[in-house]
């Protein structure tokens, strides 16, 4: 596929006739799972299992999450993950802290099929309560075997983690990992117009404020990011 294969609606998460379904119910691209697939067994050599904790994720998805976050059913947290109160923000206040841990619907890379949560199975015991904070893995965490084996591997394989660092816009995400080659394809056609038409939408809470900052958004938590750098 190309980039001038990919539609408006696959890119927002509105057709998904481009995945295949990989561990029960989570899918992800066509073309990821054979590279996937090799990632996983070179890790397992290395004594890590990777599973996926999520994959693809559909508009009507993310759009719940975020109308959740914005209307106070779901919790607003700080950059170091302690809670907010909405009461005592403006909502353009609201609107950087969603942002901060929650893609705009329609702009996730989840969308997409090329990027995944991951964790290692083999790091934990059975029925352990996967968190995905930073936290875990870190030095010390549960998962900072698994995330120094992709510092060091994840390349060979295609595969990169676009939010591995604070950068001042979406939070640090260790376990985001993205198939570069056809994520880029889709990267090529993020601009503003389409995060424009994307939330040009009644339906999104903080529609006007969001199309009020969307030079800024694109900019902070939307375009690509510099690579993790490998080695």
Not at 134 to 160: C, M
């Amino acid at each position: 596929m190309n980039s001038t294969a990919i539609s408006f609606d696959m890119m927002s998460g509105q057709n998904g006739d481009h995945l295949c379904n990989v561990d029960g119910d989570i899918r992800l691209h066509a073309a990821v799972v054979t590279p996937f697939r090799a990632l996983q067994a070179a890790a397992a050599k290395a004594g890590l299992n990777i599973q996926i904790a999520s994959g693809y994720r559909d508009y009507p998805r993310q759009l719940a999450i975020w109308n959740a976050k914005a209307t106070g059913q779901r919790p607003l947290l700080d950059r170091h993950s302690n809670a907010l109160n909405p009461a005592e923000m403006t909502e353009t206040e609201i609107l950087w802290a969603i942002l901060r841990w929650s893609a705009l619907p329609g702009c996730s890379r989840h969308h997409w099929g090329t990027d995944m949560d991951i964790w290692d199975q083999a790091a934990v015991p059975v029925n352990y309560p996967l968190q995905l904070t930073p936290d875990e893995y870190a030095p010390g965490g549960p998962f900072a075997p698994l995330s120094e084996w992709l510092q060091q591997h994840a390349a060979s394989y295609g595969f990169g983690r676009p939010y591995a660092v604070d950068r001042g816009g979406v939070a640090p995400e260790p376990w985001h990992l993205s198939y570069q080659p056809t994520a880029e394809q889709f990267e090529a056609k993020l601009d503003r117009a389409f995060v424009c038409k994307v939330s040009d939408n009644s339906q999104l809470a903080l529609r006007d404020t969001v199309l009020a900052h969307l030079d800024e958004i694109l900019d902070r938590f939307i375009l690509p990011q510099p690579r993790e750098k490998h080695g």
